[in-house]
T-cell receptor
Framework: DAGITQSPRHKVTETGTPVTLRCHQT?????MYWYRQDPGHGLRLIHY???????DKGEVSDGYSVSRSKTEDFLLTLESATSSQTSVYFC??????????????FGPGTRLTVT | AQKITQTQPGMFVQEKEAVTLDCTYD???????LFWYKQPSSGEMIFLIY??????QNATEGRYSLNFQKARKSANLVISASQLGDSAMYFC????????FGTGTSLTVIP
């Protein structure tokens, strides 16, 4: 267990409001990821980070921004929440588990509902 | 573009039997990794197994093995001796420059 926590675990917010989700890991992993999971789509990458202050866009980055000021924290912000952003959000980090072997650890997920 | 395809939305297997979950991928990167995850009804994502594109041998982790056929671009998950607790969604994923997930296969183990 890589010790990844997410907060909040559940949130209901109104359309147009900003929302920030927090991911915290205690394993000093360099790479961190934010995904959303929707029925019929599996998990889709929103943004990822490959180090402090180093981030890049994923497949579905529109309407989202991220920040990583410390190795252990990766924040996802919905700048102005829309109903299409109602989803379950997962944070993950990746770590080497041996020569050429990697494992990806996930947080427990945040269920966000935008009304 | 990179893409993961899981063509089996749902699968059934008898307890104690083996089952293969299909995964094909598409990438132009020479170096990539392939992952399988389990998501039970409780919602958490559980890492199962990893295969690197340069690995000569198929990865194995307990009852899980990955049937990696590079020329066919397939990375099927084989679960041996299925247990009731194996009932879950299973996702195949690939990392190259980014992480891509398939849409998942729902596995039901029948007693």
């Amino acid at each position: 267990d890589a010790g990844i926590t997410q907060s909040p675990r559940h949130k209901v917010t109104e359309t147009g409001t900003p929302v920030t989700l927090r991911c915290h890991q205690t394993e000093n992993h360099r790479y961190m990821y934010w995904y959303r999971q929707d029925p019929g789509h599996g998990l889709r990458l929103i943004h990822y980070s490959y180090g402090v202050k180093d981030t890049d866009k994923g497949e579905v980055s529109d309407g989202y921004s991220v920040s990583r000021s410390k190795t252990e924290d990766f924040l996802l912000t919905l700048e102005s929440a829309t109903s299409s952003q109602t989803s379950v959000y997962f944070c993950a980090s990746i770590a080497p588990a041996g020569t050429g072997v990697y494992e990806q650890y996930f947080g427990p997920g945040t269920r966000l509902t935008v009304t | 573009a990179q893409k993961i395809t899981q063509t089996q939305p749902g699968m059934f297997v008898q307890e104690k039997e083996a089952v293969t979950l299909d995964c094909t991928y598409d990438t132009s990167d020479p170096s990539y990794g392939l992952f399988w995850y389990k998501q039970p009804s409780s919602g958490e994502m559980i890492f199962l197994i990893y295969q690197g594109s340069y690995d000569q041998q198929n990865a194995t982790e307990g009852r899980y093995s990955l049937n990696f056929q590079k020329a066919r671009k397939s990375a099927n998950l084989v679960i041996s001796a299925s247990q009731l607790g194996d009932s879950a969604m299973y996702f195949c994923a690939m990392n190259g420059n980014q992480f891509y997930f398939g849409t998942g296969t729902s596995l039901t183990v029948i007693p």
